[in-house]
């Protein structure tokens, strides 16, 4: 009875394509074919969709079991992954569409001079996908890190197969091929410099300068446990013609120096102000 019900199926879904095909004459072809593409693009999408759910949760899971591993490379891996996972889903759809709905074959032999050309671009594409494998490595950088690329400095936003994409401080987002970066300064591994120029009058006080900032180094040095290394006063680093210039120094954790900088010129400020140790003065 079974398979009664499924001839009869079958013999319906024939009749209904005989029919269509007779009702839509020289359109049926083409229509079949748009439904084909349509079909298979709809079907990549739902797999690039689920496999990128299923990727991200695995490394979410793996943040939560092993706390020793540090969260922006398991980001970084996730982001590469997925960006893999994706290409390679969107490069069968390309391959399946020419080869079932069109005649690849033909296609190629008539490509000629287009085939050059998207053999160059696969060279490209190539190139900046083997790049991005060795920065993750030789863990040049990680999601997360403050960087400098080619005069480009922002935080890595996020890490793709083929592009690295940088927030600058000002909003701007680079987008840099991965194949195109040569040189990286990363300004996040490791212990920074703090220094802060103070530029003092020729008739100031350097005597009670050197009181009050050392006094405020020890303050901060107390206060900030982002200090590595305590703040002191380095000491006379110019004699210029306009002012004498003061330097204290410290060493931060990463990413930290800038926001302590900006801490430590305050308090000198306020500190000079108020027992009336003199800036040197700039007369524009």
């Known amino acids: ?14 009749i209904f394509a005989k029919n269509c095909k007779d009702w839509m004459g020289i359109f049926y072809t083409p229509a079949i074919v748009i439904l084909k593409i349509l079909l298979i693009i709809l079907v990549t999408l739902l797999l690039v969709k689920v496999g990128s759910v299923i ?66 671009g696969v060279q490209s594409l190539v ?48 987008i840099i091929p991965n194949g195109e970066i040569k040189k990286v300064i990363n300004q996040t591994r490791g212990q920074k410099a703090v220094i802060v120029d103070i530029p003092l ?31 002191k006063v380095l000491g006379i680093t110019e004699f210029s013609k306009e002012c004498i210039n003061m330097r204290i120094t410290a060493l931060a954790s990463p990413n930290e120096q800038q926001e302590l900088e900006r801490k430590i010129r305050k308090k000198i400020k306020e500190e000079f102000d108020r027992n009336d140790i003199r800036f040197y003065y700039r007369n524009n």
């Open 201 to 231: 009058a020729y008739s100031a006080d350097i005597n009670k300068a050197f009181e009050i900032a050392d006094k405020v180094c020890k303050k901060v040095s107390e206060e900030e446990d982002a200090l590595v290394e305590k703040a």
């Open 55 to 120: 990727i991200r949760r695995f490394f979410e899971k793996q943040k939560l079991m092993n706390a020793r591993m540090d969260k922006n490379k398991i980001a970084t891996m996730s982001t590469m992954l997925s960006s893999v996972y994706r290409y390679t889903i969107y490069i069968i759809c390309g391959v399946v569409i020419l080869s079932e709905v069109f005649n690849l074959k033909s296609i190629l032999a008539a490509a000629g001079i287009g085939g050059v050309a998207i053999g160059l």
């Open 127 to 174: 190139k900046d996908v083997v790049a991005g494998f060795f920065i993750i490595l030789e863990d040049q950088f990680s999601i997360g890190d403050t960087i400098t690329i080619d005069n480009l400095t922002g935080t890595v936003e996020g890490m793709e197969m083929r592009v690295t994409r940088l927030r600058g401080s000002n909003g701007d987002l680079y």
């Open 1 to 14: 009875m079974r398979v009664l019900n499924l001839n009869n199926l079958v013999q319906q879904i024939n």
